[in-house]
């Protein structure tokens, strides 16, 4: 028994990209149909990080009313760069006139869930997708097995890779599952959820000589920190001193304030921009398509801003026939994200200190920390990619 639906659009991964997508498609008269391999308790549980640009929460606001980015999420108007004991603020209204927001991407997911739920989004959890049947190449079709069971057959006139780092529509696209441009990092984070109260008001970005580390909030009561660590760290081994050892000697100058560990993840670092983002009616947005470190917040950004040109060229490709916008979708794309990729790498090289790192390596480093921090153009430079260049 094969259950067969069919649909305009329809869209792999119920994450911020799969559902934002649904909804400006929805807003242009395009129906379309998610299906996610995960629960909807997984899905609004897992923790990912937290900075909106500017763009992001402008668009948030836009198309969802009740949104809770102004009300659980903060306005943050700066970072702190600290690097050889000194604290140096980047002010960014005053700078480029945008500010950024923190506000967890699993809350923008419950918002956005109910959202589309609330306006009758047909939204499946729980589907194991096996990958796409671009046998006919004008009417793609997603094929997988539902929560029960049951084998699905989604039929549609475009299909959208939603489906993160590990897509399995990806295939579809570029020929392989892996195929894309890659760079790995010879660290990672260490990253822990914690009962304290905030050692800052802003985000603390921090080069040490012992490496690199985070400071992040999530709410008065709970703090978000990482700092460097070995790929191959396993989360459960340090106790909880180490890691507040590891993390109070990564920011001297601040005492954090301590308080019960109640999580803790390796968080992997990749550099990826698949070598395709369309092929036929097959396109990637978000993780599925590339992936940047952390260390420059563009994640989830990145990824909706590719859905604000997807969404775009689909509405003309399946309401007016105008193969235009979809034609120009990857190159448009891949403007921004390799722009992305190159400030993310760069953050990442400038406040890490790599495994084998010489002393010109790191006087070179405090050297570059400092041309960044001493000149208007250089905090402005950061200021502009870091809250976002404007969306099309
Ligand atoms: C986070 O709060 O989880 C966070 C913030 C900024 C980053 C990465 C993660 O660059």
């Given amino acids: 028994m094969t259950t067969t639906i069919r649909t305009r659009v329809a869209i792999v991964g119920a994450g911020p990209a799969g559902l934002i997508l649904s909804q400006l498609l929805a807003d242009a008269g395009v129906e379309s149909v998610i299906v996610d391999s995960r629960s909807r308790v997984e899905i609004e549980s897992t923790i990912r990080a937290g900075i909106l640009e500017q763009n992001t929460v402008d668009l948030l606001r836009a198309i969802d009313p009740a949104t809770r980015v102004d009300t659980v999420g903060h306005r943050h108007d700066g970072i702190e760069l600290r690097f050889d004991g000194e604290g140096h603020r980047i002010d960014f209204p005053s700078l480029v ?6 506000y967890p991407q699993h809350e923008v997911l419950k918002d956005l869930l109910a959202l589309r739920l609330g306006a009758g989004q047909d939204l499946r959890f729980g589907v194991t997708i096996d990958g796409v049947d671009d046998g006919d190449p004008t009417h793609p079709a997603v094929v997988g097995t539902d929560a029960h069971g049951e084998a699905l057959r989604l039929e549609a006139d475009f299909v959208v890779g939603a489906d993160g780092s590990r897509s399995v529509v990806r295939a579809a696209v570029t020929g392989s599952r892996s195929g894309g441009y890659f760079r790995e990092y010879p660290f990672a984070w260490f990253g822990i959820l914690c009962e304290a109260p905030p050692s800052a008001q802003e985000l603390i970005y921090s080069n040490s000589e012992n490496g690199f580390a985070l400071i992040s909030q999530r709410s008065p009561e709970v ?13 459960a081994a340090p106790s909880d001193a180490e890691i507040w050892d590891a993390l109070q000697s990564r920011v001297p100058g601040t005492t954090l304030a301590e308080g019960p560990i109640i999580q803790r993840d390796v968080l992997r670092f990749r550099s990826f921009v698949a070598h395709e983002l369309r092929r036929g009616r097959v396109a990637l947005v978000g993780d599925a398509a590339h992936t940047v470190p952390p260390t420059g917040a563009k994640g989830m950004n990145l990824a909706i801003a590719d859905v604000v040109l997807l969404a775009e060229a689909l509405r003309s490709l399946l309401t007016e026939s105008n193969e235009r916008l979809i034609d120009s979708y990857a190159e448009r794309a891949l403007d921004r994200i390799w722009k992305a990729q190159h400030f993310s790498w760069w953050m990442t090289s400038m406040l890490h200190v790599a495994p084998d790192a010489s002393d010109f390596d790191r006087r070179r480093q405090l050297g570059e920390l400092r041309t960044v921090v001493s000149s208007e153009a250089g905090r402005a430079y950061l200021a502009e990619a870091y809250t976002g260049w404007p969306l099309h």
């Fill in 223 to 235: 703090q978000r920190m990482y700092f460097q660590c070995d790929p191959t760290t396993d989360a």
């Fill in 97 to 102: 006139g945008r500010s950024v927001w923190l």
